[in-house]
């Protein structure tokens, strides 16, 4: 599995949500976000969780490192993770991310790459360029 977005403005990362939702998401439901700061990886997950059914504002887990929110009408949770702040793949393991990576719920991650050892196989690989005047080029693929 393997695309290629181009979104101009929130109102297109809104509506790519809202395919992914529909489209992969519905298969593959852990997400790892690869973007340098400030490229959208939060507002994309705000957006993700609106598309599956989330009534709550996505809000960056930088301090928390995980957030969850619940998903109207599903017995399936959004979780989502900013793993900046761990250097080392065992902090990861202590807060029971391997946990996160094999339950059915939705798990999205900001800055997995301490995660690679741990690759899971449902898990799509969303990075996100930042190019001129705002737009995105985001690509999606299977891990």
Same mark, same amino acid.
Request: net charge negative; charged share 25%; no cysteine.
């Given at each position: /599995?393997? %695309?290629? !977005?181009?979104?101009?403005?929130? %109102?297109?990362?809104?509506?790519? %949500? =809202? #395919?992914? %939702?529909?489209?992969? $998401? #519905?298969?593959?439901?852990?997400?790892?976000?690869? *973007?340098? /700061?400030?490229?959208?990886?939060?507002?994309?997950?705000? !957006?993700?969780?609106?598309?599956?059914?989330? =009534?709550?504002?996505? &809000?960056?887990? &930088?301090?928390?490192?995980?957030?969850?929110? &619940?998903? #109207?009408?599903?017995?399936?949770?959004?979780?989502?993770?900013?793993?900046?702040?761990?250097?080392?793949?065992?902090? *990861?393991?202590?807060?029971?991310?391997?946990?996160? $990576?094999?339950?059915?719920? !939705?798990?999205?991650?900001?800055?997995?790459?301490?995660?690679?050892?741990?690759?899971?196989?449902?898990?799509?690989?969303?990075?996100?360029?930042? #190019?001129?005047?705002?737009?995105? =080029?985001?690509? $999606?693929?299977? /891990?």
């Amino acid at each position: /599995m393997q %695309a290629d !977005y181009t979104v101009n403005n929130l %109102a297109e990362l809104a509506e790519l %949500a =809202q #395919q992914l %939702a529909a489209g992969p $998401l #519905q298969t593959y439901r852990k997400v790892f976000l690869d *973007a340098p /700061m400030g490229a959208g990886k939060t507002t994309l997950v705000h !957006y993700l969780l609106q598309a599956l059914g989330g =009534q709550e504002e996505a &809000s960056s887990p &930088s301090y928390s490192l995980i957030n969850e929110y &619940s998903l #109207q009408g599903s017995p399936l949770l959004v979780r989502h993770a900013d793993l900046y702040r761990l250097d080392r793949l065992e902090e *990861a393991l202590d807060i029971g991310i391997e946990d996160y $990576l094999e339950d059915e719920h !939705y798990f999205f991650v900001e800055w997995p790459e301490i995660l690679l050892p741990l690759l899971a196989e449902n898990a799509l690989h969303l990075r996100i360029l930042v #190019q001129e005047e705002g737009k995105r =080029q985001i690509f $999606l693929e299977k /891990m």
